[in-house]
């Protein structure tokens, strides 16, 4: 690309190293600025106008131009626009926001620590594990069962947990005591003629063998996403957290539900935990928290958490971890705003009146040739498409996601995966919208190939 000297796309070239992107192709065709968004959509620095059929990143539930969330933002900005958390210090929003997460917390939770990413909430769940299993006087207790496909973040902890080659390769990682169990994909995983009962089984007596071959006293935790975003949209068969949950309190195992990509209503419940009958001990949460207005995470922990990580601290006498901007006051305030938009505008339930609108669109996409399997739950889904003409892995993805996106839809391609994930504010004329644009969109790949 040759981008007019000086523009905005000629300096993001030349200064700026880009997050999950081929640095010379970016050099090559050069970036797409995004400028402004209005409710589902974002415009581009021509004027040009997107669906954003994946809420930016699986994150914007409220829509883009949310004017309450900005006149929040400048409220608590006027007021205290920063503090911190450390040494005993306070401020009402993040004692709002504690309170009201622990209010809506699915199961009972005892604590809520903030954090400003899914991954530092992630990190920070297991450097917690940790701590507690010192405070129990069960040092060897250490290990992590994360699954392959999981998706937990990048630093250098969380993305060890993640399970995709991408974010070990030439990273050193995973780092020690970092385990990975079968990923829950009914279609690639199961034996022919396995119901989705039985591979949940199977999946169960897997996570069991490996526990048996690791020695159960030295497995403190394991991460899963209720549904598995970035590996795919792979939604759990049948039968799935019921099953890996018995193996879990046989060994006394702790649950960690990565809710970065569930919470706040994605599956048609206000997290994922819900949607499948899971009882998690600790609960990470980021994206929909804020509709990622502000970078904000945080992390629930139950009493059998809480109770040794404070009496450890008192022993040694502070808790050793924080972040300056644990609780930002923003972030914080944004949050709680956020929060009530969703409540008062019912977008869970909004969830669930257009989950078999938007499910049903997605599931004809599957008569298309080079489909390969749709897949969804809520307002998520993935369609997996064949690599077209012997390309290799991905290729397919990539040249469907450039289409998409010439023709105003900006979606996800993971592999030869389309992800949909649009902001939940969408209606079912825009659901309509999109899956119109996605279905001209395949017809012309079809004529490319042809
Ligand atoms: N966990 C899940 C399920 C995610 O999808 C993501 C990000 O996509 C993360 C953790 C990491 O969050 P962040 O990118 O904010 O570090």
């Known amino acids: 690309m040759t981008a007019q000297p000086n523009s905005t796309e000629a300096r993001d070239m030349a200064y700026h190293l880009h997050s999950y992107t081929n640095p010379r192709k970016l050099e090559r065709e050069g970036p797409l600025i995004i400028d402004r968004g209005e409710g589902i959509h974002v415009f581009d620095n021509s004027g040009k106008r997107y669906i954003e059929g994946m809420a930016g990143l699986w994150s914007v539930a409220v829509g883009f131009g949310e004017k309450r969330l900005v006149e929040a933002a400048r409220r608590q900005m006027d007021k205290l626009p920063y503090y911190h958390t450390f040494s005993q210090k306070a401020h009402g929003p993040v004692v709002d926001l504690a309170e009201k997460l622990i209010g809506m917390a699915p199961v009972p939770m005892s604590k809520v620590y903030f954090a400003n990413s899914g991954s530092e909430a992630n990190d920070s769940a297991i450097k917690l594990v940790w701590y507690r299993s010192n405070a129990l006087g069960r040092p060897e207790k ?28 030439s990273f050193d990682l995973p780092l020690a005591n970092i385990l990975h169990t079968t990923c829950p994909h009914y279609r690639t995983g199961a034996e022919p003629g396995q119901d989705e009962l039985a591979f949940s089984r199977c999946c169960a007596e897997e996570l069991e063998a490996l526990i048996l071959e690791e020695g159960p006293e030295t497995i403190a935790a394991f991460i899963g996403e209720p549904v598995m975003g970035a590996g795919g949209v792979i939604v759990p068969p049948e039968g799935y957290w019921a099953a890996i949950q018995d193996v879990l309190r046989k060994y006394d195992i702790l649950l960690i539900a990565d809710e970065v990509i569930c919470g706040f209503g994605r599956t048609g419940n206000m997290f994922g935990s819900e949607t499948f009958g899971m009882r998690p001990d600790i609960m990470t949460l980021s994206k929909q928290l804020s509709s990622s207005y502000q970078p904000i995470a945080a992390l629930m922990i139950n009493d059998s958490v809480y109770e040794p990580i ?96 010439r023709n105003g839809l900006i979606c996800r391609n993971i592999g030869d995966s389309i992800a949909f994930c649009p902001p939940m504010i969408i209606t079912a004329a825009e659901i309509d919208e999109m899956f119109d644009i996605v279905e001209a969109s395949l017809g012309e790949l079809g004529q490319q190939a042809a």
């Open 142 to 169: 250490k290990k992590i069962i994360s699954r392959i496909k999981g998706y937990h973040g990048v630093t250098a902890l969380s993305a060890s947990l993640t399970g995709l080659p991408n974010n070990h390769r």
């Open 310 to 405: 404070a009496n450890e601290a008192d022993r040694i006498g502070a808790l050793g971890h924080g972040f300056t901007a644990s609780g930002h006051p923003v972030a914080a305030a944004v949050s709680l705003e956020n929060l009530a938009i969703i409540e008062e505008k019912d977008l869970v339930g909004n969830v669930r009146r257009l989950a078999p609108h938007f499910l049903g669109r997605l599931n004809a996409l599957e008569r298309h040739p080079l489909a390969v399997e749709a897949r969804g739950i809520g307002l998520i889904g993935a369609l997996e498409l064949e690599a077209a003409d012997g390309a290799a892995a991905g290729a397919t993805g990539a040249r469907v996601g450039a289409i998409l996106q």
